[in-house]
């Protein structure tokens, strides 16, 4: 979820992912292992990637051990951000941790993200004070919410461009870092589809803004939308949405960037788009129902069976290539980063 200000006093925050050896790597405190269970009070420590910095900021870890363990799911989950294009997409960004006790039936590691724009940007994570590490490096939140930081504010009219690219990259990165099978991200990208289906008809997408029964339309149309553009970035030019998001965010982009969904759309394509976004936003800002997934799962190589299951044909090579390029595990296209 992204925001202009922040409105909730507290929020329960949510984070995830990247369980692989990657480039971003949180240096353990120099306190001797004596000290480890001595209270961490706010524990910051600063991730760089090439010119690029990432403030994580543990703000009540009952020891510093568990601080320790949060600064390195953290850096993990900053490494599969990492594989998009190799840097951060802002100079400088802040991500905050917060422990917070287990509500109700809620057992969710990350009970609730969201991404704050004001006075420079922060994600913001909640995080289940007895969430473990196999937990945390299985959810997706704080992926998603670390994806937000590819893209400016867009208002209301652009939540479903923000959302979706937030919940198509969580399912892609997590993936290409190594924390999910490439099939199993394809399987939950699509059951994401699903979701936002079944939610049936609704307000054309520049519209749909807030609309009370509409998340899952929002997020998961709006996740249709860019892989449909990564698809046919990918078959016709020779390009792909990392490359694009990687040219946007170093001549155009940063903390206080604030476009319409058009603007947006606009930069996108004079970043190397070549009107693929601008031919694909004319159609899909005015759906009122939810987009097939046939052109694109046709380049793929993916079929759906009467059960609602995933089929992936290796008959096709250039649907097997298209697949890997998009999905398939790689380290970060960067030298390793550094923790300070």
């Known amino acids: 979820m992204t925001v202009r200000a922040l409105?909730?006093?507290?929020?329960?925050?949510c984070a995830a992912l990247a369980a692989s050896a990657g480039p971003a790597r949180a240096q353990p405190p120099s306190a001797a292992d004596e000290n480890a269970g001595v209270p961490a009070s706010s524990d910051e420590r600063v991730i760089r990637a090439g010119d690029t910095r990432l403030h994580v900021i543990v703000e009540n870890?009952?020891?510093r051990l568990r601080a320790d363990e949060l600064q390195r799911?953290?850096?993990e989950c900053a490494s599969a951000a990492l594989t998009a294009f190799g840097r951060f997409p802002l100079h400088d960004a802040q991500v905050r941790i917060r422990l917070v006790p287990r509500r109700g039936r809620d057992s969710s590691p990350v009970p609730w993200g969201q991404t704050v724009r004001e006075d420079g940007v922060s994600v913001l994570l909640y995080v289940r004070e007895d969430a473990g590490m196999a937990e945390l490096r299985g959810d997706w939140t704080a992926v998603h919410e670390l994806s937000h930081l590819f893209h400016p504010y867009l208002g209301d009219d652009g939540r479903w461009l923000a959302e979706g690219l937030a919940s198509y990259y969580q399912n892609?990165?997590?993936a290409r870092a190594g924390l999910l099978d490439?099939?199993?991200?394809?399987?939950?990208?699509?059951?994401?589809?699903?979701?936002?289906?079944r939610v049936g008809p609704g307000a054309?997408?520049?519209?749909?803004?807030?609309?009370r029964g509409s998340t899952m339309r929002i997020y998961w149309a709006g996740a249709a939308f860019w892989l449909d553009a990564d698809v046919q970035l990918r078959r016709e030019h020779g390009t792909d949405l990392d490359r694009v998001l990687g040219r946007y965010s170093q001549c155009c982009l940063d903390s206080g960037s604030r476009?319409?969904?058009?603007?947006?759309?606009?930069?996108?394509?004079?970043?190397g788009g070549r009107g693929v976004f601008a031919r694909l936003y004319r159609r899909y800002a005015a759906m009122t129902e939810f987009p097939s997934q046939d052109a694109p799962y046709r380049a793929l190589g993916i079929s759906e069976s009467d059960k609602d299951t995933l089929r992936f044909s290796d008959d096709d090579a250039d649907a097997v290539r298209l697949r890997r390029a998009i999905m398939g595990?790689?380290?970060a296209d960067t030298a390793p980063a550094k923790s300070e």
């Open 7 to 13: 409105s909730l006093p507290t929020l329960l925050v």
């Open 61 to 63: 870890a009952p020891s």
């Open 73 to 75: 799911w953290l850096a």
């Open 172 to 174: 892609v990165l997590r």
């Open 182 to 197: 490439a099939d199993e991200a394809w399987r939950r990208l699509d059951g994401g589809f699903q979701r936002g289906r």
């Open 204 to 211: 054309r997408m520049d519209q749909v803004g807030w609309s």
């Open 259 to 271: 476009l319409e969904p058009q603007e947006f759309i606009a930069a996108l394509d004079r970043a």
């Open 329 to 331: 595990a790689r380290p």
